[in-house]
C-alpha cells in the first residue's frame, strides 16, 4: 500500500527552559509529561518514542502527533466476500427486502470485513526516525535561545533592583533622623514637661518599627544568591 507518513507533529510547551543554558537557571515543571497520539500500527515504536523524547527534553510537557494518510487503491481493510454472500442468501430466506438492503445489512455482520495489520516498514521508521530526531533539535535550540534571552533578561532586572537597593541605602539614615527629628518637635509642641528616660526608650522602640535594615540585608543576599545559584 502507498502511504503518506506525515512527519511527527511534536510540540512541547513551557520551551523556555533556563536549565538548558547552563545547567543552573531552572523554571518550569520539573518532569516531563508526553502525550502520543498515532495509529494502531505504530503503538509498537510507542514506548521507544516516548524513551526518545524524554532522553532528550527532560522536562515540560510536550504532544507528539504522528499521521498516515493512505494515498494507493489497497487498504488495510477487505470484504470477505464468501461470508456476505452467505449472509445474504440466509437474511433473504428470512426476509422479502431488496439486494441492496441485504447488502447493508449482512456487510454489518461478524467477519464481514476482514482488517489485516500491517507491520512498520523499516525504511519508512527510518525516515520517521529522523524526522523526530530533527523536531527535538529544532526544539532544544529554541529552548536554549529562549532560555539566553530570559537569563539576560534576568540579570538586567537584578542590576536595576541593586542599584534601588544602593539608592535606598544612601537616604535612609536621613529617613530616620527625619523621623526623629519630627518626633521630638511634635513633643516639644505640646509644652508639657516629660521623662527624658521614658521618651527616649518610646522613641528608640518607635523607631525600630521604621528600620528597615533586615529588609535591605534580605533583598541583597537574595539578588546575590540568584545571580550565584
Do not use: C
Not at 440466509?90 to 482488517?115: F, Y
Not at 507491520?119 to 530526531?133: C, K, T
Amino acid at each position: 500500500t502507498e502511504k503518506d507518513v506525515l512527519l511527527p507533529a511534536l510540540r512541547s510547551e513551557q520551551l523556555a527552559s533556563l536549565d538548558d543554558v547552563d545547567g543552573r537557571w531552572r523554571r518550569g515543571s520539573k518532569n516531563l509529561d508526553v502525550n502520543a497520539r498515532m495509529p494502531s500500527a505504530y503503538r509498537v515504536k510507542e514506548l521507544e518514542i516516548r524513551k526518545r523524547i524524554a532522553n532528550r527534553l527532560k522536562r515540560g510537557k510536550a504532544d507528539f502527533s504522528l499521521y498516515v494518510d493512505l494515498t494507493g487503491e489497497e487498504t488495510s481493510s477487505s470484504i470477505n466476500k464468501t461470508i456476505v454472500r452467505s449472509y445474504m442468501n440466509q437474511l433473504s430466506e428470512l426476509s422479502t427486502a431488496s439486494e441492496s438492503e441485504l447488502l447493508q445489512m449482512a456487510i454489518r455482520l461478524p467477519d464481514a470485513i476482514n482488517t489485516e495489520h500491517d507491520d512498520v516498514d523499516e525504511d519508512e521508521w527510518a525516515i520517521l526516525s529522523q524526522g523526530i530526531d530533527d523536531t527535538l533539535d529544532k526544539i532544544i535550540t529554541y529552548r536554549k535561545d529562549e532560555g539566553q534571552i530570559l537569563k539576560q533578561d534576568f540579570e538586567e532586572r537584578i542590576l536595576v533592583l541593586e542599584e534601588l537597593l544602593q539608592k535606598v541605602e544612601e537616604i535612609d539614615p536621613d529617613r530616620i533622623k527625619q523621623v526623629r527629628e519630627k518626633l521630638e518637635k511634635g513633643i516639644s509642641e505640646i509644652k508639657e514637661k516629660v521623662d527624658e528616660n521614658r521618651f527616649e526608650q518610646e522613641l528608640i522602640y518607635y523607631i525600630e518599627k521604621f528600620d528597615i535594615t533586615e529588609e535591605k540585608v534580605r533583598l541583597k543576599n537574595h539578588l546575590q544568591y540568584f545571580s550565584k545559584a
